[in-house]
């Protein structure tokens, strides 16, 4: 099983991205899906997570409002739309499946990367002000 984030970049403050993460091997059907970031300095932070195995979304409050989850119809890919980009949002940004879980937990119950199910490289989100 394989995701492989892409869609990041350099963008100006206010701009908006779109993050990809196909699944390989796999379809995100019967599993929770969170995008992680991480910034310099700061620890790994569960951002957006949503649960197709028991339902819910979570958002972490600094991105309420302006980021967006989302899959295809087939559930094989999962995105991040980010609208209203700010300096702060600058991070690695990783996409992440796992079984069972509810979306506040993905996102809040943090572990190393080789726990999950799935893990993504990551790919670069830069904001300029």
């Known amino acids: 099983v394989q995701l492989v984030e892409s869609g990041g970049g350099l963008v100006e403050a206010g701009g908006s991205l779109r993050l990809s993460c196909p699944a390989s091997g796999f379809t995100f059907a019967n599993h929770a899906i969170g995008w992680f970031r991480h910034a310099p300095g700061k620890e790994l932070e569960g951002v957006v997570c949503?649960?197709?195995?028991?339902?819910?979304?979570w958002y972490v409050d600094s991105v309420r409002g302006r980021f967006t989850v989302s899959t295809d119809n087939a559930k094989t890919t999962a995105f991040l739309e980010m609208d209203s980009l700010k300096p702060e949002d600058t991070a690695v940004y990783y996409c992440a499946a796992d079984g069972l879980l509810t979306a506040r937990n993905m996102c809040l119950i943090v572990r190393d990367s080789v726990e999950y199910d799935a893990w993504g490289q990551g790919t670069q989100v830069t904001v300029s002000s």
């Open positions: 949503i649960s197709f195995a028991v339902g819910g979304t």
